[in-house]
């Protein structure tokens, strides 16, 4: 076969891929999503292997079981009232919507007041509407419960036999690059765990100072707001932008000082996890460049909705790692020994 002709079968290889794996982009998303749970496990479960004589599997399913306990504990201790605040928060925030907007117009003055308080509330989401549709709520929860299913049970099937699963990838590479390839996915899972876990930490870090702070303002939705900042800090860069809008909005229907105390106490503690947590925390692992982060964001959530945005970040620093190690690295290598050999 000549060169040519492997050219043109690789690119239509290449082209072929690509279309499949767009077709099946659903299921790759909920696979790496499930990666990302057995990240997780390992990550957990790795530190008692050292010191429990217990089979790793035994371990792995025990760990689930934990999580499943404090996921369903929480649930079913505040699981109602949380999802009724849910619907309470989306009301108040129209509300405080409206309420601003009707304090603006009144200090500067509209001549089309009606009109524009009308286009107001047009783009803000009837609350009630979004839960009286029964029929809708309960086919997204069926597909949103079948998702988790799925993550879930493939996440703790890769967590209990991960070597397994590893070299099972590496029959379909030709013997010779295995070791390559070898070492490069153990990088990858290094990264991820890694990230993962930050992420966690860092989640947690930001619920507490933002439950903390709006407790210390007088927010009756202090809890909701603080589980919501720590939830959507999952998504770097862009997560602190969403949860800072509820947020305000719920200060400004206290008061105006409580909105401006606020709004500097979140921009401190955002700073403070952007410039100092995160960047120690990361010490150990993959510095994602900010700029490239949130263009794949962007990409990710044109292509993808929001799981797109939501894994991004992960799906970046696995590629930016399997690249490095698959082709800067080999590349480097092979021009130093070329240059050393002339």
């Given at each position: 076969?000549?060169?040519?002709?492997?050219?043109?079968?690789?690119?239509?290889?290449?082209?072929?891929?690509?279309?499949?794996?767009w077709q099946?982009?659903?299921?790759?998303?909920?696979?790496?999503a499930?990666?990302?749970?057995a990240?997780?496990?390992?990550?957990?479960?790795?530190?008692?292997?050292?010191?429990?004589?217990?089979?790793?599997?035994l371990?792995?399913v025990?760990?689930?079981?934990?999580?499943?306990?404090i996921?369903?504990?929480?649930?079913?201790?505040?699981?109602?009232?949380?999802w009724?605040g849910?619907d309470?928060?989306?009301?108040?925030?129209?509300?405080?919507?409206?309420?601003?907007?009707?304090?603006?117009?009144?200090?500067?003055?509209?001549?089309?007041?009606?009109?524009?308080?009308s286009?107001?509330?047009?783009?803000?989401?009837?609350?009630?509407?979004?839960?009286?549709?029964?029929?809708?709520?309960?086919g997204?929860?069926?597909?949103?419960?079948?998702?988790?299913?799925?993550?879930?049970?493939?996440?703790?099937?890769?967590?209990?036999?991960?070597?397994?699963?590893?070299?099972?990838?590496?029959?379909?590479?030709?013997?010779?690059?295995r070791p390559?390839?070898?070492?490069?996915?153990?990088?990858?899972?290094q990264?991820?765990?890694?990230?993962?876990?930050?992420q966690?930490?860092?989640?947690?870090?930001?619920?507490?100072?933002?439950f903390?702070?709006?407790t210390?303002?007088?927010?009756p939705?202090?809890?909701?707001?603080?589980?919501?900042?720590?939830a959507?800090?999952?998504?770097?860069?862009?997560?602190?932008?969403?949860?800072?809008?509820?947020?305000?909005?719920?200060?400004?229907?206290?008061?105006?000082?409580?909105?401006?105390?606020?709004?500097?106490?979140?921009?401190?503690?955002q700073?403070?996890?952007?410039?100092?947590?995160?960047?120690?925390?990361?010490?150990?692992?993959?510095?994602?460049?900010?700029?490239?982060?949130l263009?794949?964001?962007?990409v990710?959530?044109?292509?993808?909705?929001p799981?797109?945005?939501?894994?991004?970040?992960?799906?970046?620093?696995?590629g930016?790692?399997?690249?490095?190690?698959l082709?800067?690295?080999?590349?480097?290598?092979?021009e130093?020994?070329?240059s050393?050999?002339?």
């Open positions: 076969m000549n060169q040519t002709t492997r050219a043109i079968l690789t690119g239509i290889f290449v082209v072929a891929a690509l279309l499949l794996a099946l982009s659903a299921i790759l998303l909920l696979a790496f499930s990666l990302l749970v990240a997780l496990l390992d990550a957990a479960v790795r530190p008692l292997c050292d010191w429990l004589p217990l089979p790793r599997p371990l792995v025990v760990m689930a079981l934990i999580v499943i306990a996921v369903g504990g929480g649930l079913s201790w505040g699981g109602i009232s949380l009724q849910v309470d928060l989306w009301t108040m925030i129209g509300n405080r919507a409206v309420e601003l907007y009707e304090r603006f117009r009144d200090e500067l003055g509209d001549p089309l007041a009606e009109e524009n308080s286009l107001v509330q047009s783009l803000l989401p009837d609350p009630s509407s979004l839960f009286s549709q029964a029929g809708s709520i309960f997204i929860t069926l597909g949103v419960l079948g998702n988790v299913v799925i993550i879930a049970f493939l996440g703790l099937f890769f967590a209990i036999d991960p070597r397994g699963y590893r070299d099972g990838v590496l029959l379909l590479i030709p013997a010779q690059y390559r390839f070898r070492d490069a996915l153990n990088h990858t899972g990264t991820l765990r890694g990230w993962l876990v930050t966690l930490a860092v989640m947690v870090l930001i619920g507490v100072l933002v903390t702070l709006l210390l303002l007088g927010s939705d202090a809890l909701l707001l603080g589980i919501l900042a720590g959507v800090n999952f998504i770097p860069y862009l997560g602190p932008i969403i949860s800072a809008v509820p947020i305000l909005l719920s200060l400004a229907g206290q008061d105006m000082t409580a909105l401006w105390i606020g709004a500097l106490g979140l921009l401190v503690i700073n403070l996890e952007g410039y100092v947590i995160t960047p120690l925390l990361q010490e150990r692992i993959i510095a994602l460049p900010p700029a490239w982060s263009t794949i964001m962007a990710m959530g044109v292509l993808f909705g799981m797109g945005v939501a894994l991004a970040t992960p799906l970046f620093a696995v930016r790692t399997l690249t490095q190690k082709y800067i690295e080999p590349r480097d290598a092979q130093r020994k070329t050393s050999g002339s």
